[in-house]
Nanobody, 124 residues
Framework: QVQLVESGGGSVQAGGSLRLSCAASGPTSSGYCMAWFHQAPGKEREGVAVINSGGSTTYAESVKGRFTISYDNAKNTLYLQMNSLKPEDTGMYYC??????????????????WGQGTQVTVSL
């Protein structure tokens, strides 16, 4: 059983930065993809970034060049470094995990383990 706990959300002005963390417990070291999802108020959950156990990554077009996903194997922790934040980045951010092997999937339909979410608010 995989358990995920996010932290690091908060309020920031546009152009600022935040780093989200997701502490993982359980069998996530091999064959798992870890991902971050964003859910804006009143909208569906959307994939932001994903990393596989080989370290390969993919990003949504809206965050390319601004966000960086990484995973620290020693700490079993997933990170999302968010720079140049925009008001449209506001919402809940969830980390997720799935035994997808090398596939880098941004659709939430592929993920079966979820954290509780952390709120990010970006103001002008």
């Amino acid at each position: 059983q995989v358990q995920l706990v996010e932290s690091g959300g908060g309020s920031v002005q546009a152009g600022g930065s935040l780093r989200l963390s997701c502490a993982a417990s359980g069998p996530t070291s091999s064959g798992y993809c870890m991902a971050w999802f964003h859910q804006a108020p009143g909208k569906e959950r959307e994939g932001v970034a994903v990393i596989n156990s080989g370290g390969s990554t993919t990003y949504a077009e809206s965050v390319k060049g601004r966000f960086t996903i990484s995973y620290d194997n020693a700490k079993n922790t997933l990170y999302l470094q968010m720079n140049s934040l925009k008001p449209e980045d506001t919402g809940m951010y969830y980390c997720a995990a799935a035994a997808l092997g090398w596939w880098l999937r941004l659709s939430p339909d592929y993920y079966n383990y979820w954290g509780q979410g952390t709120q990010v608010t970006v103001s002008l």
